[in-house]
């Protein structure tokens, strides 16, 4: 399966995401192991996709919450640019034994997504909310 974020292609791994050979890849192979992640509404940093990650077999997943909203996320192993806010919450998790805190932009203070945390953490960060640069 195909993960594709932008013009740059991925595939799934056990516990990374790896770029797929092609020729545009290979042309902006160097730069682009280190392409950022900026929020979108005010362009503050988030993180990189070097930091992109496979949780339960998938990098990207699409999940409603109660209230009905519908969320495509990507999931990454660190975010420096997010902020948690509010107490953390085992309730209506996307991922069995993780509990959750929301993540807003350091700057702006859009949602941006989730922490998700037990023993380990990742961000589940909402991919409309992000732009690549």
């Known amino acids: 399966m195909e993960l ?3 013009r740059y292609c991925f ?9 797929l050979p092609s ?3 290979e042309k902006f192979e160097s ?6 992640l900026y929020c979108n509404s005010c362009k503050n940093y988030i993180t990189e996709l070097n930091s992109a990650i496979v949780i339960n077999g998938e990098h990207t997943h699409i999940f409603s919450n109660p209230a009905g909203y519908t969320y495509t996320i990507n999931c990454f192993q660190s975010a420096p640019g ?6 953390s919450a085992d309730e209506h998790t996307w991922f069995n034994g993780y509990a959750w805190q929301i993540a807003v932009c350091h700057s702006c203070k859009e949602h941006l997504g989730w922490l998700f945390s037990n023993d380990h953490q990742f961000y589940a960060l909402i991919a409309d909310r992000l732009r690549l640069e």
């Open 11 to 19: 595939k799934k791994t056990d516990n990374q995401i790896e770029r």
């Open 31 to 36: 730069a682009e192991k280190n392409k950022k």
């Open 4 to 6: 594709v974020w932008d």
């Open 23 to 25: 020729e545009e890849n």
């Open 82 to 87: 997010c902020l948690t806010i509010g107490n």
